[in-house]
């Protein structure tokens, strides 16, 4: 979803962030956040059940979630409704919204720091987040996760890249996930107390993202946590199987013993 202002038209059955801008008797009209339109909120839409005041539902200068049930551009007229837009059709649709205000704040910070307009960067820059990533924000997120070459790659300027990731590292922090698991290793040999702690050594320092962590620790010998933070489930789950797999397969080619369990 562009952050800037669209000339088009919005399709039927699509869910679009509107400011109420007057209400009168039969309904609200409604300027389209995402769009240059104005639509009307018929009282007949607003709830399933039955009005007293529209006021009591909506007023002047909300912000609403609404479905596009009609389109008439010779007319330039849309038709909205309120009431078949579910909780969390609402609550998603409007995540959607604030990331998308976040990134476009966060370009224009980044046009102020470059010397630039907001149209060229997002020409230059903008224009080929979205393309990629489907959304700014979602790639704003993947530079602040692995750096400004996130977005040369897909072919922004190497300099605007580097301070829309500078920018988007200021403001935008990635929550991080933990799984873990039970890693039990043995070794019968003489000096299979360093072998053990060699099984371990190769599990933390596996090939890894820089932000993500990978701790172990003893619970009771020969069983060892191990825990690993990452940005998200797939490649915590993927990283704490490599690293379990590196510990197994060096204590089996000295002669021990391993296996592994999540926890």
Sequence with gaps: MSILKRDEWPEVGELVIATVDRILEYGAYVRLDEYDK?????????????????????????????????????????????????????????????????????????????????????????ALIEKEFGDIYEGLERAVREGSEALTRIGVPKRIAEVITETAKERIKISMVKVKGILTITSMKPDG???????????????????????????????????????????????????????????KETGGQGAFSRS
């Design 38 to 126: 104005e639509g009307l909120l018929h009282i007949s839409e607003i709830s399933s059940s039955w009005i007293k005041n529209i006021r009591d539902h909506v007023r002047e200068g909300q912000k609403v979630v609404l479905k596009v049930l009609r389109v008439d551009p010779e007319k330039n007229h849309i038709d909205l409704s309120l009431r078949r837009v579910t909780k969390r059709e609402r609550t998603e649709k409007m995540l959607l919204w604030k990331k998308g205000k976040k990134a476009e704040s966060l370009l224009r910070s980044a046009s102020k720091a470059l010397g630039i307009t907001f149209e060229e960067i997002y020409e230059k820059a903008g």
């Design 193 to 251: 107390i360093l072998h053990i702690k060699k099984a371990l050594l190769n599990a933390k320092n596996i090939d890894k993202p820089a932000n993500a962590e990978i701790n172990i620790y003893v619970m009771a010998a020969p069983k060892y946590s191990i825990e690993i933070s990452a940005d998200d489930y797939k490649k915590a789950e993927g990283l704490l199987k490599k690293a379990a797999e590196a510990a197994i397969n060096y204590i």
